[in-house]
Nanobody
Framework: QVQLVESGGGLVQAGGSLRLSCAAS????????MGWFRRAPGKEREFVAA????????YYADSVKGRFTISRDNAKNTVYLQMNALKPEDTAVYYC???????????????????WGQGTQVTVSS
């Protein structure tokens, strides 16, 4: 089991930027595909971005493409989500997730991720 701890959330004005971090425990972080998801009040959890264990092949939701960038530093066991040009509709709790089962695909579905952090709140004011 891997422990995931998100940080970097907060309150920002529309058009601003935040960088979320997700620190993972364990020595096999560099073998996991990683994803970011979010849940806004009253809405379902939705996919935001994903990155392969090597750090390539990033996927993005259409709603964040061109504004958000996912990256990872395997030496630091950390995955990042750089969020620029934030909009009020980006307000949500953001979760990072790890796919630790063998042969897990790089996926936009939360069902392919079996380890989740506790989430960090991002609030974008208009």
């Amino acid at each position: 089991q891997v422990q995931l701890v998100e940080s970097g959330g907060g309150l920002v004005q529309a058009g601003g930027s935040l960088r979320l971090s997700c620190a993972a425990s364990g020595r096999t972080f560099n073998s996991y595909n990683m994803g970011w998801f979010r849940r806004a009040p009253g809405k379902e959890r939705e996919f935001v971005a994903a990155i392969s264990w090597r750090g390539g092949s990033p996927y993005y939701a259409d709603s964040v493409k061109g504004r958000f960038t996912i990256s990872r530093d395997n030496a630091k066991n950390t995955v990042y989500l750089q969020m620029n040009a934030l909009k009020p509709e980006d307000t949500a709790v953001y979760y990072c997730a790890a796919a630790t089962r063998p042969l897990s695909p790089l996926s936009t579905s939360p069902y392919n991720y079996n380890n989740w952090g506790q989430g960090t709140q991002v609030t974008v004011s208009s």
